[in-house]
């Protein structure tokens, strides 16, 4: 955007201060102004007065958004077509010989001129002009020529009328396949009006755009990792004003895939540094308390756990105590598959901090879980000072107002609870450690405004979606990892059927002899209520359909979602302590619930149901030392086989593998979870795709940001400028452009 010349730039200035929405179109002025980065469309040459809307609609307002209106693919056009590759009504060129020529004059008196073309590999083509005598002698006998028009069938063979003609030398080579862009459109709009819109943009100010990436930056993009050759062999990134006219026209694939690679990576490097730069902040700007896990106190932790802790929790939670020990509060993320004992990791943060005279918070997503949590900790801590509260919404207004002034003199030190705990101006006296349990759940500005308040707490967050490691680095790019791979010893495996209808007696028949030898059984179903018309099962039928049928002579009890808190929590204490043996339920048993004797599970319309929630629920039944069953049932008369999704399901048990899976089968951006923690828009990268590009932003935005962290360099202050117009909001450095 910055040219040397001084007019020229103030013009530019004052054209990103007016609202170009607002501006007339003045017809007088198209030609005369050359167009700058804000030029609204209406001055662009060729751009017709009523398309402006579509491209409005397409999100181009001014001659800039053209630039980086990047195509979706391109089309190798081959430059001429044999006789067979012909359509009627279709645009072709075709190579041929003159080999036959004739003038005609019609009834009404207007004349033509025909030249019979000998198309190379066979076949002819006709081409006539109408009152254009001229034509005659341009095209003698014998020569060579491309005819490009749209082919009409004259029933034996093709005529073209008034196609354009270039005139071949006869040993000249002819040119080759072009790769066409493919724009996105909409309706009305078409792939020409774009292209030649955008061309008109490239001409006026391809060249002016200002190069964000320094070209250091764009040189160790280009350098494969652990390569041991030296740099010089390297090529940078193109440059900008080369990248943009090989994206929109490109010579070569080739040429438009390097220009893409260049514009993937910096999509994704500006949002790396923009991470980068959130978390060099949240650990920069206010201390958090040193808590630090002395032998003692560790030991003393350790010794409440009922059970041998795996390696992996070990060294999770060596990180958290490191984390702890210094002034920089943690920012860390403790992924791991359901059931793979992320609780233990933030018990020990938990009480960590309680021996060091902070107190701790630990959220949960539903109230159901904060009451498990809360429960389970009190008994661990039986007989110790440690004072748990539990603040979840369906506590009385006294209790509760009483509960938030012990909270704030100091009193309680741990407080167990829901999201509440951020929407309510909980103040605390000394909070040292935030845990939110199923981070999934969260979104990134309810972690920001937790940030906002007085005291600046360690963070743990728990998150038992596995998430492929390309959306962690985007999503959680500002927080540390560690990763719970290997599950608690004793563990009985969990074998997933997919069950076809007329199998269903045969299954029911299973789960009775399993629940009558003292077991205990879930059954889903997504919705409540029946709905004839998506022919989907609700849970009340099918609690009456099995109470009364095939499961009748069990105590089967019924939870969802509409029942209010304490309804829940009764039926749940139920389940838990056995008088309930069959618990038909929604989807609401998805998230932690723990009962281990619960082993068998059959989940009704499972299709509709996503990969990553079908993969939580089968984590209920794989908790005792029983083998685990789950069946899944797809919606009536669909085999549940035919379904993708279920059939990766019963083919693995790894969650970061059915996640990698269910990425690749719907994309990133339709994963489970992640609207909620806020992925951001890519234009042109695709985390699916570019994996590798994203490892290498990721790594040059954490260096670089190591060194500026605030992008303050000369040479650094353009990329600076593009992080806090995009990613502002997660920068917190600026508005969002
Ligand atoms: P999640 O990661 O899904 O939150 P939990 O922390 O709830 O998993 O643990 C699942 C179950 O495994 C709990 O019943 C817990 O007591 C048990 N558990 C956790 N760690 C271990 C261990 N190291 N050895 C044996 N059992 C464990
Ligand atoms: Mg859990």
Redo the contacts with the bound molecule.
């Keep these: 955007m910055s040219t040397t010349d001084p007019i020229q730039n103030s013009l530019k200035r004052l054209g990103s201060k007016l609202d170009v929405s607002k501006e007339i179109p003045d017809k007088s002025q198209q030609t005369k102004q050359p167009i700058v980065a804000t030029t609204p469309l209406q001055f662009i040459p060729g751009i017709g007065l009523h398309r402006i809307e579509l491209f409005h609609k397409i999100g181009v307002r001014r001659a800039v958004d053209l630039l980086f209106l990047f195509p979706r693919s391109y089309q190798e056009i081959a430059p001429y077509q044999s006789i067979t590759e012909l359509e009627p009504g279709i645009r072709a060129s075709v190579v041929g010989q003159v080999v036959d020529r004739d003038q005609r004059v019609s009834f009404d008196g207007r004349g033509s001129v025909g030249i019979l073309l000998a198309i190379e590999g066979g076949g002819y083509v006709r081409c006539v002009w109408y009152n254009q005598p001229f034509r005659r002698e341009q095209y003698t006998m014998g020569t060579r020529l491309i005819a490009t028009g749209i082919a009409k069938s004259t029933g034996i063979s093709f005529e073209m009328r008034h196609p354009e003609i270039t005139i071949l030398a006869e040993d000249q080579s002819l040119p080759e396949a072009k790769p066409i862009p493919v724009y996105p459109l909409t309706e009305g709009l078409q792939q020409r009006h774009v292209a030649s819109a955008v061309a008109a943009a490239l001409d006026g100010i391809g060249n002016s755009i200002e190069e964000a990436i320094p070209e250091s930056i764009r040189l160790l993009a280009n350098i494969p990792r652990g390569t041991t050759l030296p740099h010089d062999q390297f090529q940078p990134l193109m440059g900008i004003s080369q990248a943009l006219r090989s994206v929109h026209q490109p010579a070569t694939i080739a040429e438009a895939n390097e220009a893409r690679h260049r514009f993937i990576f910096q999509e994704l490097f500006v949002y790396q540094l923009a991470l980068a730069m959130r978390r060099y902040r949240l650990q920069h700007e206010k201390p958090s308390p040193k808590i630090e896990a002395t032998p003692l106190i560790h030991s003393r932790i350790l010794r409440r756990f009922p059970?041998?802790?795996?390696r992996d929790?070990l060294g999770a939670i060596e990180d958290v105590r490191r984390d702890m020990a210094t002034e920089i509060p943690m920012n860390r993320l403790i992924q791991?598959d359901?059931?793979?004992?992320?609780?233990?990791i933030a018990q020990y943060a938990l009480l960590n901090a309680v021996a060091n005279k902070n107190q701790a918070a630990l959220m949960a997503p539903t109230e159901l879980l904060a009451r498990q949590h809360f429960a389970r900790l009190t008994k661990q801590m039986e007989g110790s000072q440690v004072l748990i509260e539990l603040l979840v919404g369906s506590i009385s207004q006294r209790e509760r107002s009483e509960l938030l002034q012990r909270i704030a003199i100091g009193t309680v030190d741990i407080v167990v609870g829901t999201q509440s705990l951020l929407s309510e101006h909980v103040q605390f006296e000394s909070l040292g450690l935030v845990v939110i349990d199923e981070q999934h759940k969260f979104g990134v500005e309810q972690r920001a405004s937790l940030r906002e308040s007085r005291t600046v707490p360690h963070y743990l967050v728990?998150s038992?979606t596995p998430i492929p490691r390309t959306i962690a680095m985007t999503v959680f790019g500002d927080l540390d990892v560690s990763i719970l791979r290997d599950k608690?010893?004793?563990r009985a495996t969990v074998h997933t059927y997919l069950g076809n209808s007329d199998q269903t007696k045969k299954w029911w028949d299973f789960v009775l002899k399993q629940v009558q030898s003292g077991r205990q059984a879930y059954v889903v179903t997504p919705r409540v209520e029946s709905d004839p018309a998506s022919e989907s099962i609700g849970a009340e039928q099918v609690f009456a359909e099995l109470s009364s049928g095939p499961l009748q002579n069990l105590r089967i009890d019924l939870l969802h979602g509409r029942m209010d808190g304490s309804e829940k929590q009764q039926k749940l204490d139920a389940f838990q302590s056995g008088r309930t043996q069959v618990l038909v339920a929604t989807t609401v048993v998805e998230v932690?619930i723990?009962v281990?004797n619960a082993t068998i599970m059959t989940i009704l319309d499972a299709d509709r149901l996503g990969l990553a929630q079908l993969h939580q629920l089968r984590?209920r039944v794989s908790?005792g030392s029983y083998p685990g069953y789950v069946c899944l049932f797809a919606k009536q008369g669909v085999a549940p086989e035919e379904n993708a999704r279920l059939s990766v399901l019963a083919s693995t048990d790894d969650g970061f593998q059915l996640a990698e899976q269910d990425m690749l089968m719907r994309g990133p951006g339709d994963l489970l979870g992640t609207k909620q923690i806020g992925l951001p828009p890519l234009r042109i990268a695709d985390l699916v795709r570019d994996a590798e590009v994203l490892s290498t932003a990721r790594a040059i935005a954490q260096q670089i940001v190591a060194s500026d962290p605030n992008l303050e360099q000369p040479d650094h202050a353009k990329l600076k400028r593009q992080v806090t117009q995009r990613h502002g909001a997660v920068t917190s450095l600026g508005d969002v452009g």
């Design positions: 059970f041998e802790l795996t929790q791991g359901v059931g793979s004992g992320k609780t233990a728990l038992a608690p010893p004793g932690g723990d281990a984590g908790r």
